[in-house]
């Protein structure tokens, strides 16, 4: 399951980085340089911004969950996959982001050390 969840997100991220390079290599690297990297490519045009992005997404592993709490939703499924705990997320991050981030930030460290679970 865990390879699936890898797989299923980098495929979203490659289908993003069409249409918006720089914020698929944000949710794959956060504040990294390879972000910035990407403004300034995209910036000079838009087939570079596409290629950096899917070399980075090809070139880097999703093995942990960044603490980025931007898209709760996001974290939360990083974290657990399609868990109950996900779509818990999605209903309290639609009330608002505060109670998103709060419920993903305990889902993240209640999880701490756990992985997403196999089925």
Do not use: Q
Not at 1 to 29: C, G, H, Q, T
Not at 64 to 93: E, H, M, Q
Not at 105 to 115: G, Y
């Amino acid at each position: 399951m865990a390879e699936r969840v890898s797989s299923d997100w980098n495929v979203f991220l490659y289908l993003l980085a069409i249409f918006l390079p720089p914020v698929a290599v944000f949710l794959k690297r956060g504040l990294a340089a390879d972000f910035w990297i990407n403004i300034c490519l995209s910036i000079l045009g838009w087939l570079p911004g596409v290629l950096h992005a899917w070399w980075i997404i090809s070139k880097h592993e999703t093995t942990t969950v960044k603490r980025d709490y931007f898209l709760p939703p996001v974290a939360v499924f990083l974290k657990r996959g399609l868990a109950a705990d996900f779509w818990i997320n999605i209903c309290l991050s639609i009330l608002g982001w505060v109670p998103g981030v709060l419920h993903a930030w305990w889902i993240i460290s209640k999880h701490e050390t756990t992985t997403v679970k196999r089925d």
